[in-house]
Nanobody, 130 residues
Framework: QVQLVESGGGLVQVGGSLMLSCAAF????????????MGWFRQAPGKEREFVAS????????YYADSVKGRFTISRDNAKNTVLLQMNSLKPEDTAVYYC???????????????????WGKGTLVTVSS
């Protein structure tokens, strides 16, 4: 079992920055945070949930959606059981609820093309105002 708690969302102006954080609490027997590849997804009002970024257990393999490449950076700290999403040059179309997700079996590449993950957080709202 993995509990994910996102934080860091809020209201920001166009061009601004936010850093989202995801804290993972792993209670699965024999497993630790580093057993899981992690991803960030988002869902805008009236739209389907979409992939944003993913990172392998080691942090060495990373994927981004084309819409956020060059503006967002995903990272993880296995010692602190956290995943971060640094978001820069924010646009109104980045407005969404952002979800952190973990998967035991999928790698970072597979996460980039999936809509199903083992565990999901409850999300944090990011609003970019113009």
């Amino acid at each position: 079992q993995v509990q994910l708690v996102e934080s860091g969302g809020g209201l920001v102006q166009v061009g601004g920055s936010l850093m989202l954080s995801c804290a993972a609490f792993v209670s699965s027997s024999g497993r630790t945070f580093r057993n899981y590849a992690m991803g960030w997804f988002r869902q805008a009002p009236g739209k389907e949930r979409e992939f944003v970024a993913s990172i392998s257990w080691s942090g060495r393999i990373i994927y981004y959606a084309d819409s956020v490449k060059g503006r967002f950076t995903i990272s993880r700290d296995n010692a602190k059981n956290t995943v971060l999403l640094q978001m820069n040059s924010l646009k109104p179309e980045d407005t969404a609820v952002y979800y952190c997700a973990a998967d035991y079996s999928l790698d970072a590449q597979a996460i980039s093309v999936t809509k199903t993950m083992d565990y999901w957080g409850k999300g944090t709202l990011v609003t970019v105002s113009s």
